[in-house]
């Protein structure tokens, strides 16, 4: 078969629009398939494997579990081929494996993170995670259920046959495909907006709360008793998912490695010490690196110029630091 029409076969396998017809002939090409490479070139073969990984898994059961002993040693050779059907969003992107059985996994976003985490869920849905916030995902057969602490931003895909459930706190929100965002902090009020689409938000005893259309907000009191609905600018809500940073007595060091990369440049430190510091804030996104640089100065009691093109960073230390 074409690496072109195999690479169109496998992308769409992959995000479940493949026709009956399309299915069958990937299998045959799996059932057929040799040991010879085709290189397709891609910067990080560990996101390769994994999603290999999903591919043969999918692929093992349409054609049969007796393959099964036959996948370590087809990975290798099956990666380069699925590296351009993967999604690539942003720094970070986890992937998950899916199987016929109930699956049950964990991602957590640390708290002393700088940025937000980016997850791809098995039925190709996006979460983008906050700094400290969790998400314990479970597939079944009929519903795809999260499992949610702390704010996350959701761009579900539509799936009609599987509801999608985000339980946080003592509410659950459905949807079919849409995206919104919830925060669910401990000891405070769980808040849902929608962006697009339409999203019905209940409680633990399942009665329906509220049915949200774009630019709409709930929020469920930890009383359990008020409920308030209000419409809002969903634009400045989510501003965070691309623009947020915040952090926790992070290293100096792990600050300007996260600088580097947002705003295309290159800060270095003329005296190593100054990597140990420990600092803790927050950036709304919108600040030039300029103004990024002359905060982070005066918290360490620093100074930094320009040399160049590279930013060089010089200070004597600082008092809190590891």
Known sequence: MESNKL??????FLSDTASAEEIQELNQWYRDKNDHDVLWKHD????EEIVSQRLLTKLELHVGKEQAII????????SRLVAAACIIIGSFVIYFVNDANEITDTVLAPADNIENRYVLLPDSSKVILRP?????YRYTEGKREVFLTGEAFFEVSHNKLKPFLVHAGDITTRV???SFNIEAYAEKNVVVSVTTGKVAVNDNKEKTLA???PNQQLQYKQDHINVLLKDVEISKLTSWVNTDMQFSDITFGKLVTSLN?????KIEFENEDLKNCLITGRFDGTESLENVLDILTKMTGGNYKWKDKKVLLS??????KI
């Open 7 to 12: 690479h169109t076969l496998i992308e769409k």
């Open 44 to 47: 990080t073969p560990n996101e």
């Open 71 to 78: 996948r370590k040693h087809r990975i290798r050779h099956i």
């Open 132 to 136: 400290g916030a969790e998400i314990k």
């Open 176 to 178: 079919l495909g849409t």
């Open 211 to 213: 049915v949200l259309l």
């Open 261 to 265: 990369r947002r705003y295309s440049t």
């Open 315 to 320: 200070g004597n230390g600082c008092a809190k």
